[in-house]
């Protein structure tokens, strides 16, 4: 089955840093990928919509210059977060799709669970 | 109000048990429909997706109501590995996004 891996799996660091989340498609081309973020117990938001070769598509409220979407390979999407503070502390999930009809299924990451200390 | 409401939880049952979720969704164009489970902290996984026929997958049955814009999950004869988030999730348009309820927590006790 489709297969989606995500790198790294956990970050600690100081605030202000800024941390680089990895999504890849390991055995398909993913046309789309997603960026989720999810706070505990709260449902995963979905953050922007990445397609290969473009500007991402971000949600109302996602700042644009702060999450930083670069999917320019059709295996790789990064997602930075920049000049990170305690309250970006989240857990950060990307799916990523095939050139399919509505972009179904998505195949989810392991996701990221950033700490910002 | 929320696109996408689920029952509060936690729901806690015995091994055996049967048990139903609910979830409610507000925008009618809404045009594919999922049921996920999350584990904790990891990421959710499809559980099934779910048609207006309604459909089965062994112990666990969808039902899917868009006159009243309510999902349902049935869950038969309850194993403790059951145990786990279960989010209700739809698709709008043609963009793929998911719009994923808050999430149901069920844990299955010997």
């Known amino acids: 089955g489709a297969v989606v891996s995500q790198h790294p799996s956990w970050v600690i660091c100081k605030s202000g840093t800024s941390v680089k989340i990895e999504c890849r498609s390991l055995d398909f081309q993913a046309t789309t990928m997603f960026w989720y973020r999810q706070f505990p117990k709260q449902s995963l938001m979905l953050m922007a919509t990445?397609?290969?070769?473009?500007?991402?598509?971000?949600e109302q409220g996602v700042e644009k210059d702060k999450f930083l979407i670069n999917h320019a390979s059709l295996t790789l999407s990064t997602l930075t977060v920049t000049s990170a503070h305690p309250e970006d502390s989240s857990f950060y999930i990307c799916?990523?799709?095939?050139?399919?009809?509505?972009?179904?299924?998505?195949?989810f990451g392991d996701g990221t669970r950033l700490s910002i200390l | 109000r929320k696109e996408v409401e689920q029952d509060p939880g936690p729901f806690n049952v015995p091994e055996g048990a049967t048990v139903a979720f609910n979830c409610t969704y507000s925008?009618?164009?809404?045009?594919?429909f999922f049921w996920y489970r999350q584990d904790c902290r990891k990421e959710p996984k499809l559980l099934m997706s779910?048609?207006?026929s309604g459909n089965e997958d062994g112990r666990f049955t969808a039902q899917l109501n868009r006159a009243s814009q309510y999902i349902s999950l049935l869950i038969r004869d309850s194993k403790l590995s059951d145990s786990a988030t279960y989010l209700c999730v739809v698709t709008t348009g043609n963009t793929g996004k998911l719009i994923f309820g808050q999430g149901t927590t069920l844990q299955v006790k010997p």
């Open positions: 925008n009618s164009a809404s045009q594919s």
């Open positions: 799916s990523a799709t095939e050139d399919s009809p509505f972009n179904q299924p998505q195949h």
């Open positions: 990445s397609n290969e070769g473009s500007k991402a598509t971000y």
């Open positions: 779910v048609y207006s």
